[in-house]
């Protein structure tokens, strides 16, 4: 990575940039920065991580052999029609937009651009994402390891097919969401059989953590495991029928496979309504 160009400076862009700094895989230096209108951001980008924030386009991708979008969806026409004209085809785009497919970024730049599609999670933020990423036709084997590359600064990565990305959001894109409802459920629990907030918390996170790391370490699949801690008449199995009773496991399954039609649904309409604008090639 020579130079790397980030057209968002939100907190995705934020946490690529700590981890790329952190671990020292690319000089600060060579960090280039650019967002609509937020000054505060930028000297708070500049502040921390020693990037360089500009609005000059020419300034931000003279040279940059990596460019990473990482704007809303609703903003991406805008941002690719402003930089079409520094666009050059030894490029590597990393989108970080969500439903946009590699197509649609293809046809508005018009040229076969090299494009590498992510899917991190909010747990970029502390180095712990679940990445998964999704390369266009264009993209070459060294391109790819330079996406992995970046993305393992904040967590791990798994390769996936680009049709593939739309269950990654249901599942990791937004389990964190799924998991913080969760602990939500157990420190309501908590509360009514009697244990105080930061007892109830301590335990939850240790027990949390515990478990993905069991989960992690051991050989054993997770019903395996579950079966290892469930006794016959004991407290373990005495929850688990009430979970059973609710039907939690099958609600779960609900919440993914519905997150999962969602992210469809957004992605279809996002390219219809780009359509328009793709230059047939």
Do not use: W
Request: include cysteine; charged fraction near 20%.
């Amino acid at each position: 990575m020579k130079k790397i160009a980030f057209i968002g400076a939100g907190s995705m862009a934020e946490a690529i940039i700590s981890g790329l700094v952190t671990q020292q895989v690319i000089d600060s230096e060579n960090i280039f920065v650019t967002n609509k209108s937020n000054d505060e951001r930028f000297d708070y980008l500049k502040k921390h991580y020693g990037v360089t924030a500009t609005r000059s386009l020419q300034q931000l991708l003279q040279d940059a052999n990596l460019v990473v979008l990482a704007v809303k969806p609703k903003d991406i026409l805008e941002t690719m029609q402003s930089i079409k004209e520094y666009i050059h085809e030894e490029m590597l785009f990393i989108s970080v937009v969500a439903g946009v497919h590699t197509t649609s970024l293809e046809g508005i730049a018009d040229k076969q651009v090299s494009i590498v599609r992510a899917m991190p999670n909010t747990s970029a933020a502390v180095g712990r994402s679940a990445t998964a990423l999704a390369a266009n036709s264009h993209t070459d084997e060294v391109q790819l390891q330079t996406a992995i590359t970046l993305f393992e600064t904040v967590g791990s990565v798994s390769i996936v097919e680009e049709t593939q990305l739309d269950a990654v959001t249901g599942l990791s894109g937004s389990g964190p969401a799924y998991i913080y409802y969760l602990v939500e459920a157990l420190e309501k629990s908590a509360e009514s059989i009697g244990l105080d907030s930061e007892t109830a918390k301590q335990l939850i996170l240790q027990t949390l953590i515990g478990a993905a790391e069991m989960l992690q370490k051991s050989p054993k699949t997770p019903a395996v495991l579950r079966k290892e801690v469930t006794s016959p008449g004991g407290t373990t199995e005495a929850g688990l029928k009430a979970l059973q009773a609710h039907q939690v496991q099958e609600a779960f399954i609900a919440c993914v496979e519905e997150a999962t039609e969602q992210s469809k649904r957004m992605g279809n309409q996002i390219s219809k309504e780009l359509a328009k604008y793709v230059v047939p090639q």
